[in-house]
């Protein structure tokens, strides 16, 4: 999938949320992916508030904007649009013994400014899947993860500092699996 298309998609999902860490858990791994695509405005539709743009290979890509869009009269044909997506999951094992799976999701936007009269803003979304520990084989370095959705996992564990780690590991802790997507949207003439 291309950037602009990751982008594309993402603009369609993306909200903005925050998830406070607690004192009972400890980071176990993190990794994060960013793409930036530098396109331009090529109609504009107030009426029905929507923004179309150059995409892959000069194919036109149009967006369906909401009334949260204050800015967008301010758009004109030929603006610069820069698009950045960040993604990142983040792996947190809560010391605590007894909890249970679940799913929640967080999210909002953060909007141009007065003193910045160019459309744009930011987005951001995040979810945190929490798994719980069922079996630990030290022999293999597999831990089974029942998520929310009741399906055991079998994760094998590569990295051997955690593999080392993995004695410390009890059956029914949790796994926090913390996926945040974030989306930043710049224009200028």
């Known amino acids: 999938m291309t950037p602009f298309t990751r982008a594309i998609a993402l603009a369609s999902l993306v909200s903005a949320a925050t998830f406070t860490a607690h004192a ?20 504009i539709d107030l009426a029905n508030r929507q923004v179309t743009v150059k995409g892959p290979h000069d194919k036109d ?9 204050k800015a967008l009269p301010n758009l004109k044909v030929g603006d610069q649009v ?4 960040t993604r990142a999951v983040a792996y947190v094992l809560n010391t ?8 929640s999701e967080e999210s909002g ?6 003193d910045n009269p160019n459309p744009g803003g930011e987005a951001f979304r995040q979810v945190k899947v929490t798994s719980q520990i069922k079996k630990i ?6 831990v089974s993860l029942l998520p929310p959705e009741g399906k055991l996992q079998v994760v094998k ?16 802790q949790t796994v926090d ?11 200028s003439r």
Do not use: C, W
């Not at 992916?33 to 405005?41: A, D, I, M, W």
């Open 109 to 114: 936007s953060i909007r141009a400014k007065a």
């Open 157 to 172: 564990v590569e990295d051997p500092e955690l593999q080392a780690r993995m004695k410390n590991l009890k059956v029914d």
């Open 82 to 85: 820069d698009i950045y997506v």
């Open 137 to 142: 084989d030290l022999k293999t370095h597999e």
């Open 177 to 187: 699996a913390i996926y945040t997507e974030v989306l930043r949207v710049e224009t």
């Open 61 to 69: 890509v149009t967006f369906q904007l909401t009334e949260k869009a």
């Open 96 to 103: 605590d013994v007894g909890g249970a799976p679940k799913a």
């Open 24 to 43: 009972a858990q400890l980071p176990i791994a993190s990794e994060a992916l960013e793409s930036h695509v530098k396109t331009e405005v090529t109609a």
